[in-house]
């Protein structure tokens, strides 16, 4: 990426440069068309019908029916309505930190946002389940089986939720969860909420916005590492789909597509599906497959992983490294143990780099997530570029605090055995945590990061 | 416009292809900017702040300050939670047949949509205004102020919700309705509006998704046709923005946008306002001023309102021609005086148009409106090249019938006197077609179009 001084800058966040910026296959592909014709979705168009078959050729075979639209928030309003329509059932179970768009239906569905209204943001059809997070969420690293442990939660809800005389109409997640910190949901969690979601007659969305088209690389869906054994009901897209063009896409069964349209309402997008957006959802797609994105996110993912595992290894300000692919988090924390979020050394870190001209973001409920989504074309010379300059800047840090490598460090191990030791305490930190973005909670105990209370609320998704 | 086999097509529909169909001066910018950079709205671009001054450039001062978003349903929910924050109020005011977009909350305010839900879909907070069509509305022609009897209406919703202790947030309409036929509020219906909804506290909103840039010829937004004393304080635009890029905008004041921004609550649009969307933006405005396509709209909007008005003196079956610039409507009607809606001739007129390879729509409640809103390049013999064939096609209709010009025929003076003796006969069969739309009252009176009553259910818009 250059800046208007013609600067370069290593881009390591801008999942909708999806194949890489300005790829002249996709703007070869985009003017061919324009050039043709563009036109509102009144009209039919063949790159409609081509660009469905490609597009559901990558999901299971039960995922079938395309529904055009222009934004990852189109899409998941469109997902929502749709399962709404299916048994009319009203109520949505979404996760905690979780972010689904902009429009006013997905503000209610995101604790990301409206948990920064104050209590009366969270409207009462809306429920909230706590994110699937085992490094720094209601089940960790140290229980036995996090992924039933999160599932039930989903359960109690359903239950709690029908016994007041609710009805499921949708659980939604993110196939991973971004703003939410770069979460990966341990596998086999999918599977036991769909089924607990299918027996309360609900559907399972998953949103694929921020996460899919092969980011994770040894799939093209980031729900596949779940499992075969699951296949959610709708998957919304968006973000990478035209690579940057806006435009976003609604997957469903030919069963729920079919009750929406029992409904007698027509969905009519104006934009969804013209034929520029869908030249150029199709010229994505065969970079992707040409050039082997979802390999190179494999390699260059591995590579990158491993090289932040090592920084681990080294600096105790790095808690955790997780990731799939080219979608990596890297958790900052003042103390190993307490696992508390190191959100001003995330920050200081991102604005180092920036200097340096690597773009990089903090996210997740603290800002303390180090987030790597960078385009699919990311080398491991970038990788290594980039994680010797976090380095340099991790070794800065620590001298600067005093924290040296290896003194409050423990190995991984070791940290699984003492927060077993250690038991209520750690979780009373934690359901702090789950509060903090009200804004008062974060101020009351941890005076360690008290100082940054305040930046949380003022995330903004990339 | 040309099909999959070369066949030229005359596109007298297609507002979205604003300056034309495939504007080199439009894709020239697009590529431009497609091979320096697209990406997301995360990364600040000159080509935003170039585009908002030129944009607000068209608009009275008050109106400042823009949110860039991807369609007009985009720009309608936004401008929604805009006016909600205003003032923390709920209650939204919308007009009968009203179409605002296809995301939840504005199918919620759109009785074009939510009225084919039966009862059940008016939600509480939405409260509908009657439409103000002076010509097959509640107040008509014969009326001596419509304007401000069909405002009155709107005084007297505000009154009846504020008497049960709710608060008008919003007060939303076309500037000039589309699906709703093709209406022309009468001038000095929204100031009198206005003044009644800020009363109350609440926001003008004038959507300008189908009707702004320039169509109306004399000014560049349809609102302006209220007079220079009408400023609204929300306006949305869409479709013609971006010559069919998915693009729209959202401009408001600056006291409005400020009270949003104190929600605490960030507004951030992936593609929204991205370099290459404000670059088509860009060339838009430019194409709309270099081609004087405003001029155009004038001269030729007045010559094919001329033509049209000369079949309605000449053809029984159309009851009115309206128009303003290259937005024109003509009302079909089976029966002069009872305004009793063509709608099965309005359908066999664009298919039949269809064949003879042009493009014509019929909307409005009974979609016996014939809709024109073509390129602005629409030229004087696309004018008469179209109704010519119409004018071919009502003759044989009319012959098929049996009716005869001249027949049935009452000068618009003779009708209006008519009007005003029949009094009450005539406003019963007008209550009635208010509420077609369930699908039972139509069928209970009026044999006349028995027949075609399911089909206004099925309209789409374009």
Known sequence: MYDERGEKYLDCINNVAHVGHSHPDVIKAAVKQMELLN???????????????????TLPEKLSVCYFVNSGSEANDLALRLARQYHGYQDVITLDHAYHGHVSSLIDISPYKFNQLGKEGKK????????PDIYRGKYRDDHPDPASAYADDVKKIIEEVEKKGGKIAAFIAESMQSCGGQIIPPAGYFQKVAEYVHKAGGIFIADEVQVGFG??????????LQGKDFVPDIVTMGKPIGNGHPMSCVVTTREIAEAFGASGLEYFNTFGGNPVSCAIGLAVLDVIEKEDLQGNAVRVGKYLTELLNKQKEKHPLVGDVRGVGLFVGVDLVKDQQKRTPATAEAQHIIYKLKEQRILLSADGPYRNILKFKPPMCFTVEDAKFVVDQIDELLTALEEATGVRAGNERSTSAQHIRKMTNEGNSESDCISESINHINGTACRQKNDLYTDNCAMPCKRIRT
Chains 1, 2 share one sequence.
């Open 124 to 131: 009462e059809f809306v429920h909230v389940a706590p994110s």
């Open 215 to 224: 980011r994770v690389g040894k799939h093209f869906w980031a729900f596949q």
């Open 39 to 57: 036109t509102n979705s009144r009209f039919l168009h063949d790159n409609l019908v081509q660009y469905a078959k490609r597009l559901t050729a």
